[in-house]
Nanobody
Framework: QVRLVESGGGLVQAGGSLRLSCVVS????????MGWYRQAPGKQRDLVAA???????NYADSVKGRFTISRDKAKNTVYLQLNSLKPEDTAVYYC??????????????WGQGTQVTVSS
């Protein structure tokens, strides 16, 4: 069993910052790509940022230059630093990880989500 637990969301004023964390635990052999997605009310879940096992990164155009994704392999943790936040960044942020377990299965897992609310 693999579990992803996010933390770090909250209410912040426009222009502020937050740091999201996502810890992966359980029956892990290795973790491949990791990423952060977000879903605003009435909208689809979209990719915000992704990071490979080799630490190559990819960002949505709307967050480039403001958000930074990173990972700590020793801690099985992925982070998302959110700077210069805008009201349109308000959403539930979900962590995603491609995990190979001890049975050698490669599956994608999701966290439960953490709410980010940016007030104007």
């Amino acid at each position: 069993q693999v579990r992803l637990v996010e933390s770090g969301g909250g209410l912040v004023q426009a222009g502020g910052s937050l740091r999201l964390s996502c810890v992966v635990s359980g029956n892990i052999y290795s973790i491949n790509d990791m990423g952060w997605y977000r879903q605003a009310p009435g909208k689809q879940r979209d990719l915000v940022a992704a990071i490979t096992s080799g630490s190559s990164t990819n960002y949505a155009d709307s967050v480039k230059g403001r958000f930074t994704i990173s990972r700590d392999k020793a801690k099985n943790t992925v982070y998302l630093q959110l700077n210069s936040l805008k009201p349109e960044d308000t959403a539930v942020y979900y962590c995603n990880a491609q995990v190979r377990d001890m049975s050698w299965r490669l599956l994608a897992y999701w966290g439960q989500g953490t709410q980010v609310t940016v007030s104007s």
